[in-house]
């Protein structure tokens, strides 16, 4: 289950409608690649803990962490000084909160 949607990740970039449907696979891959990245960051699937019956909602603020990461990668595919940042400021602090910590 994808937390964030082509539309919500769309509307992150600030895309208009002029712009179409012309990078709407690299989008995807992008949000795909994002959501991956936060689990594993978090240690579990999203929606293994959210989302389902019986269970909390999935937080806004880790529907935003997958988006700030997903627009940064698509905004910095090329190498150079902003892309070797390691992640967008806000969403290590963000997975941090929802993190499961094991000993």
Do not use: C, S
């Not at 690649?33 to 019956?53: D, M, P, Y």
């Amino acid at each position: 289950m994808a937390v964030a949607t082509l539309d919500n990740l769309k509307d992150q970039l600030a895309f208009t409608d002029d712009i179409g449907d012309a990078d709407d696979g690299l989008l995807q891959r992008k949000l795909d690649a994002a959501q991956n990245h936060v689990e594993r960051l978090l240690g579990f699937r999203i929606e293994a803990t959210f989302g389902g019956e019986g269970q909390d909602e999935v937080p806004p603020a880790l529907v935003e962490a997958v988006l700030q990461l997903a627009a940064h990668w698509y905004d910095n595919r090329e190498a150079g000084a902003e892309a070797v940042r390691e992640l967008p400021f806000g969403v290590r602090e963000i997975v941090t909160e929802y993190r499961e910590f094991t000993f």
